[in-house]
Protein backbone atom coordinates (compact mmCIF):
# COMPACT_ATOMS: atom_id res chain seq x y z
CA UNK A 1 0.00 0.00 0.00
CA UNK A 2 1.46 3.36 -0.98
CA UNK A 3 0.73 6.32 1.42
CA UNK A 4 -2.26 8.91 0.46
CA UNK A 5 -1.15 12.50 -1.15
CA UNK A 6 -2.58 14.34 1.19
CA UNK A 7 -1.12 17.61 1.27
CA UNK A 8 -0.06 19.90 -1.85
CA UNK A 9 2.41 22.53 -1.85
CA UNK A 10 1.85 25.84 -4.33
CA UNK A 11 5.15 27.86 -4.53
CA UNK A 12 3.36 31.46 -5.31
CA UNK A 13 6.46 33.47 -4.25
CA UNK A 14 7.74 34.25 -7.52
CA UNK A 15 8.46 37.97 -8.96
CA UNK A 16 5.94 37.31 -11.49
CA UNK A 17 8.49 39.76 -14.11
CA UNK A 18 6.91 38.53 -17.74
CA UNK A 19 3.81 40.07 -16.17
CA UNK A 20 5.08 43.51 -15.03
CA UNK A 21 3.51 45.64 -15.01
CA UNK A 22 0.58 44.04 -14.20
CA UNK A 23 2.25 41.90 -11.08
CA UNK A 24 3.88 45.29 -9.80
CA UNK A 25 1.28 45.48 -6.66
CA UNK A 26 -0.37 41.91 -7.60
CA UNK A 27 0.46 38.31 -7.48
CA UNK A 28 0.80 36.57 -10.67
CA UNK A 29 -0.88 33.40 -9.35
CA UNK A 30 -4.55 35.93 -9.06
CA UNK A 31 -4.08 37.08 -12.97
CA UNK A 32 -7.67 35.08 -13.92
CA UNK A 33 -8.52 33.05 -16.66
CA UNK A 34 -12.06 33.96 -17.50
CA UNK A 35 -13.57 35.07 -13.76
CA UNK A 36 -11.13 32.33 -12.42
CA UNK A 37 -7.71 33.46 -10.56
CA UNK A 38 -4.92 31.24 -12.11
CA UNK A 39 -4.37 30.08 -8.10
CA UNK A 40 -7.54 28.69 -8.01
CA UNK A 41 -7.60 26.03 -10.80
CA UNK A 42 -4.67 24.74 -9.44
CA UNK A 43 -6.99 24.76 -5.81
CA UNK A 44 -9.98 23.06 -8.03
CA UNK A 45 -7.64 20.36 -9.37
CA UNK A 46 -5.68 19.70 -5.90
CA UNK A 47 -8.91 19.16 -4.19
CA UNK A 48 -10.61 16.99 -7.10
CA UNK A 49 -7.37 14.83 -6.61
CA UNK A 50 -8.12 14.33 -2.62
CA UNK A 51 -5.91 16.52 -0.68
CA UNK A 52 -6.88 17.45 2.01
CA UNK A 53 -4.41 20.35 3.22
CA UNK A 54 -3.05 23.60 0.80
CA UNK A 55 0.25 25.02 2.00
CA UNK A 56 0.74 28.12 -0.10
CA UNK A 57 4.62 29.16 0.09
CA UNK A 58 4.03 33.14 -0.71
CA UNK A 59 6.04 36.26 -0.65
CA UNK A 60 6.00 39.76 -0.27
CA UNK A 61 2.81 41.29 -2.00
CA UNK A 62 1.28 38.34 -1.95
CA UNK A 63 -1.60 38.50 1.12
CA UNK A 64 -4.17 38.72 -0.85
CA UNK A 65 -4.01 35.54 -2.06
CA UNK A 66 -4.65 34.46 1.82
CA UNK A 67 -7.62 36.72 1.61
CA UNK A 68 -9.05 34.69 -1.57
CA UNK A 69 -9.47 31.67 0.56
CA UNK A 70 -11.02 33.26 3.57
CA UNK A 71 -14.21 34.37 4.79
CA UNK A 72 -15.14 37.65 3.31
CA UNK A 73 -17.87 39.02 5.49
CA UNK A 74 -18.92 42.44 4.19
CA UNK A 75 -19.00 40.99 0.90
CA UNK A 76 -21.10 37.59 1.69
CA UNK A 77 -23.50 40.04 3.91
CA UNK A 78 -23.74 42.67 1.09
CA UNK A 79 -24.71 39.33 -1.17
CA UNK A 80 -26.79 38.19 1.24
CA UNK A 81 -28.72 41.39 1.30
CA UNK A 82 -29.54 41.72 -1.85
CA UNK A 83 -30.65 38.30 -2.43
CA UNK A 84 -27.49 36.99 -4.59
CA UNK A 85 -28.06 33.40 -3.65
CA UNK A 86 -25.78 32.01 -6.93
CA UNK A 87 -22.87 34.05 -6.14
CA UNK A 88 -22.54 33.59 -2.18
CA UNK A 89 -23.41 29.83 -3.55
CA UNK A 90 -20.51 29.87 -5.67
CA UNK A 91 -18.29 31.80 -2.80
CA UNK A 92 -19.05 28.86 -0.46
CA UNK A 93 -18.14 26.37 -2.90
CA UNK A 94 -14.41 27.78 -3.55
CA UNK A 95 -14.21 28.56 0.18
CA UNK A 96 -11.59 25.57 2.05
CA UNK A 97 -12.76 24.07 4.94
CA UNK A 98 -11.23 25.64 8.05
CA UNK A 99 -8.05 24.51 8.89
CA UNK A 100 -6.96 23.16 5.66
CA UNK A 101 -4.52 26.20 4.54
CA UNK A 102 -1.00 27.01 5.41
CA UNK A 103 0.82 29.39 4.66
CA UNK A 104 4.51 30.08 4.74
CA UNK A 105 6.55 32.55 3.17
CA UNK A 106 9.90 32.12 1.38
CA UNK A 107 11.69 35.31 2.50
CA UNK A 108 13.70 35.43 -0.82
CA UNK A 109 12.85 34.24 -4.10
CA UNK A 110 15.93 31.75 -4.15
CA UNK A 111 14.10 29.47 -6.96
CA UNK A 112 11.56 26.68 -6.70
CA UNK A 113 13.58 23.89 -5.12
CA UNK A 114 13.90 26.94 -2.25
CA UNK A 115 10.51 27.44 -2.51
CA UNK A 116 9.72 24.07 -2.15
CA UNK A 117 12.35 23.46 0.63
CA UNK A 118 9.93 26.29 2.34
CA UNK A 119 7.14 23.90 2.71
CA UNK A 120 9.08 21.05 4.79
CA UNK A 121 7.85 21.76 8.12
CA UNK A 122 4.36 21.59 6.63
CA UNK A 123 4.61 18.78 5.07
CA UNK A 124 6.82 16.63 6.83
CA UNK A 125 7.34 13.00 6.44
CA UNK A 126 4.95 12.03 3.56
CA UNK A 127 4.57 12.04 -0.10
CA UNK A 128 3.19 15.62 -1.50
CA UNK A 129 2.09 17.17 -4.53
CA UNK A 130 3.72 20.56 -6.08
CA UNK A 131 1.58 22.48 -7.94
CA UNK A 132 3.25 25.42 -10.03
CA UNK A 133 -0.44 27.61 -10.50
CA UNK A 134 0.88 29.35 -13.30
CA UNK A 135 0.35 26.04 -15.54
CA UNK A 136 -2.81 25.48 -15.69
CA UNK A 137 -4.56 22.23 -16.65
CA UNK A 138 -7.65 21.54 -18.60
CA UNK A 139 -8.54 18.05 -18.37
CA UNK A 140 -11.23 15.34 -17.36
CA UNK A 141 -10.16 13.86 -14.61
CA UNK A 142 -7.92 16.89 -13.60
CA UNK A 143 -4.05 16.43 -13.98
CA UNK A 144 -2.99 15.89 -10.05
CA UNK A 145 -5.78 12.74 -10.00
CA UNK A 146 -4.55 11.40 -13.26
CA UNK A 147 -1.10 11.14 -10.98
CA UNK A 148 -2.69 10.09 -8.31
CA UNK A 149 -4.15 6.80 -10.20
CA UNK A 150 -0.32 6.15 -11.37
CA UNK A 151 0.85 6.67 -7.98
CA UNK A 152 -1.54 4.43 -6.49
CA UNK A 153 -0.13 1.83 -8.78
CA UNK A 154 3.80 2.45 -8.73
CA UNK A 155 4.46 4.11 -5.54
CA UNK A 156 7.86 6.40 -6.08
CA UNK A 157 7.80 9.93 -7.73
CA UNK A 158 5.23 10.91 -10.34
CA UNK A 159 6.31 13.87 -12.64
CA UNK A 160 3.44 14.90 -15.14
CA UNK A 161 4.39 15.60 -18.51
CA UNK A 162 2.96 16.64 -21.86
CA UNK A 163 4.35 16.65 -25.63
CA UNK A 164 6.26 19.58 -27.00
CA UNK A 165 7.67 20.25 -30.13
CA UNK A 166 10.51 18.51 -30.45
CA UNK A 167 12.61 21.98 -31.78
CA UNK A 168 11.47 23.33 -28.52
CA UNK A 169 13.16 21.43 -25.99
CA UNK A 170 15.60 23.48 -25.26
CA UNK A 171 12.70 25.44 -23.06
CA UNK A 172 11.47 22.63 -20.92
CA UNK A 173 12.64 19.98 -18.39
CA UNK A 174 12.77 16.95 -20.96
CA UNK A 175 12.56 13.31 -19.57
CA UNK A 176 14.13 10.22 -20.91
CA UNK A 177 11.35 7.13 -21.57
CA UNK A 178 12.35 4.06 -19.58
CA UNK A 179 9.67 0.90 -19.67
CA UNK A 180 6.46 1.60 -20.21
CA UNK A 181 4.33 0.71 -17.12
CA UNK A 182 0.95 0.89 -19.08
CA UNK A 183 0.04 3.74 -21.86
CA UNK A 184 -0.35 6.44 -19.98
CA UNK A 185 2.57 5.60 -17.43
CA UNK A 186 6.66 4.54 -17.95
CA UNK A 187 9.95 4.90 -15.92
CA UNK A 188 11.95 7.86 -16.34
CA UNK A 189 15.47 7.07 -16.79
CA UNK A 190 16.87 10.13 -17.48
CA UNK A 191 16.01 14.05 -16.52
CA UNK A 192 17.49 16.90 -18.86
CA UNK A 193 17.22 20.44 -18.14
CA UNK A 194 16.54 22.65 -21.87
CA UNK A 195 18.18 20.13 -23.52
CA UNK A 196 19.24 20.99 -27.10
CA UNK A 197 16.89 19.40 -29.61
CA UNK A 198 20.01 16.93 -30.96
CA UNK A 199 20.55 15.71 -27.64
CA UNK A 200 16.65 15.76 -26.25
CA UNK A 201 16.33 12.29 -25.03
CA UNK A 202 12.64 13.04 -25.97
CA UNK A 203 10.21 15.72 -26.42
CA UNK A 204 8.25 15.13 -23.28
CA UNK A 205 8.35 18.04 -20.86
CA UNK A 206 7.64 17.91 -17.33
CA UNK A 207 4.57 20.24 -17.05
CA UNK A 208 4.46 21.46 -13.68
CA UNK A 209 2.78 18.99 -11.54
CA UNK A 210 4.85 16.24 -9.15
CA UNK A 211 4.07 13.83 -6.84
CA UNK A 212 6.96 13.69 -4.33
CA UNK A 213 8.67 11.67 -1.81
CA UNK A 214 9.75 13.63 1.73
CA UNK A 215 13.62 12.82 1.17
CA UNK A 216 13.59 15.56 -1.75
CA UNK A 217 13.90 17.78 1.46
CA UNK A 218 17.16 16.82 2.70
CA UNK A 219 18.55 17.42 -1.09
CA UNK A 220 16.83 20.69 -1.00
CA UNK A 221 18.63 21.10 2.03
CA UNK A 222 22.12 21.42 0.94
CA UNK A 223 20.99 24.75 -1.13
CA UNK A 224 23.24 23.97 -3.66
CA UNK A 225 22.28 26.78 -6.66
CA UNK A 226 21.93 25.51 -10.43
CA UNK A 227 20.45 27.37 -13.63
CA UNK A 228 20.24 30.87 -13.24
CA UNK A 229 22.03 30.95 -9.88
CA UNK A 230 18.72 29.48 -8.50
CA UNK A 231 18.14 26.44 -6.19
CA UNK A 232 16.50 24.04 -8.67
CA UNK A 233 13.72 21.50 -7.57
CA UNK A 234 15.30 19.49 -10.58
CA UNK A 235 18.33 19.09 -9.75
CA UNK A 236 17.27 17.79 -6.05
CA UNK A 237 15.29 15.17 -8.29
CA UNK A 238 17.82 14.47 -10.09
CA UNK A 239 20.15 13.19 -7.19
CA UNK A 240 17.26 11.27 -5.81
CA UNK A 241 17.26 9.91 -8.76
CA UNK A 242 19.89 7.77 -7.72
CA UNK A 243 18.23 6.40 -5.07
CA UNK A 244 14.19 6.07 -5.79
CA UNK A 245 12.36 5.56 -8.92
CA UNK A 246 10.55 8.39 -10.95
CA UNK A 247 7.58 7.75 -12.99
CA UNK A 248 6.26 9.69 -15.84
CA UNK A 249 2.38 10.25 -16.62
CA UNK A 250 1.31 11.59 -19.55
CA UNK A 251 -1.38 13.69 -19.06
CA UNK A 252 -4.74 13.33 -21.36
CA UNK A 253 -5.91 16.85 -21.87
CA UNK A 254 -4.20 20.32 -22.28
CA UNK A 255 -1.75 22.25 -20.43
CA UNK A 256 -1.46 26.43 -20.64
CA UNK A 257 1.72 27.56 -19.72
CA UNK A 258 -0.20 31.11 -18.05
CA UNK A 259 3.55 32.39 -17.14
CA UNK A 260 3.63 33.72 -20.75
CA UNK A 261 1.62 36.08 -22.26
CA UNK A 262 0.44 34.33 -24.93
CA UNK A 263 -0.09 30.92 -22.84
CA UNK A 264 -2.16 32.86 -20.48
CA UNK A 265 -4.20 34.65 -23.37
CA UNK A 266 -4.85 30.84 -25.36
CA UNK A 267 -6.31 29.54 -21.79
CA UNK A 268 -8.56 32.21 -21.54
CA UNK A 269 -9.82 31.72 -24.95
CA UNK A 270 -9.78 27.93 -24.47
CA UNK A 271 -11.42 28.46 -20.82
CA UNK A 272 -14.19 30.68 -22.19
CA UNK A 273 -15.19 28.68 -25.13
CA UNK A 274 -15.65 26.14 -22.50
CA UNK A 275 -18.32 28.10 -21.12
CA UNK A 276 -21.61 27.49 -21.43
CA UNK A 277 -22.51 30.67 -19.75
CA UNK A 278 -20.20 32.59 -22.45
CA UNK A 279 -19.76 30.46 -25.42
CA UNK A 280 -22.86 31.19 -27.28
CA UNK A 281 -21.72 35.40 -27.07
CA UNK A 282 -18.30 35.13 -27.31
CA UNK A 283 -17.33 32.63 -30.29
CA UNK A 284 -19.17 35.07 -32.82
CA UNK A 285 -16.87 38.05 -31.77
CA UNK A 286 -13.73 36.00 -31.67
CA UNK A 287 -14.38 34.51 -35.46
CA UNK A 288 -15.10 38.48 -36.28
CA UNK A 289 -12.19 39.55 -34.53
CA UNK A 290 -10.21 37.01 -36.31
CA UNK A 291 -11.83 36.84 -40.01
CA UNK A 292 -11.43 40.74 -39.71
CA UNK A 293 -7.28 40.20 -39.15
P1 LIG B 1 8.36 30.97 -12.63
O1 LIG B 1 9.81 31.09 -12.86
O2 LIG B 1 7.47 30.63 -13.79
O3 LIG B 1 7.74 32.27 -11.96
O4 LIG B 1 8.11 29.96 -11.45
P2 LIG B 1 8.30 33.70 -11.71
O5 LIG B 1 9.74 33.69 -11.33
O6 LIG B 1 7.33 34.31 -10.75
O7 LIG B 1 8.04 34.40 -13.14
P3 LIG B 1 8.95 35.27 -14.09
O8 LIG B 1 9.82 34.27 -14.81
O9 LIG B 1 9.70 36.26 -13.25
O10 LIG B 1 7.94 35.92 -15.00
C1 LIG B 1 7.08 28.98 -11.41
C2 LIG B 1 6.34 29.00 -10.09
O11 LIG B 1 7.26 28.92 -9.00
C3 LIG B 1 7.09 29.99 -8.11
C4 LIG B 1 6.38 31.09 -8.90
O12 LIG B 1 5.59 31.89 -8.04
C5 LIG B 1 5.55 30.30 -9.89
O13 LIG B 1 4.28 29.96 -9.36
N1 LIG B 1 8.40 30.41 -7.58
C6 LIG B 1 9.45 30.64 -8.41
C7 LIG B 1 8.55 30.60 -6.22
O14 LIG B 1 7.61 30.41 -5.43
N2 LIG B 1 9.76 31.01 -5.73
C8 LIG B 1 10.82 31.23 -6.55
O15 LIG B 1 11.90 31.60 -6.03
C9 LIG B 1 10.66 31.04 -7.92
Avoid at 148 to 162: F, H, P, Q
Avoid at 254 to 263: E, R
Wanted: include cysteine.
Amino acid sequence: MTAPIRKAVFPVAGLGTRFLPATKAMPKEMLTVVDRPLIQYAVDEAREAGIEHLIFVTGRNKAVIEDHFDVQYELEATLSGRGKQEALALLAKDLPKPGSTSFTRQQVPLGLGHAVWCARELVGNEPFAVLLPDMVMKGEPGCLKQMVEVYKETGGNILAVGECDPAETYQYGIVGIGAEIDGSAFRINAMVEKPKPEVAPSNLYINGRYILQPQIFDLLSKQEKGAGNEIQLTDAMLRLMDRQYFYGCRFAGDTYDCGNKVGFLTANVAFALDRPDIAGEFLPALKAMVEGK
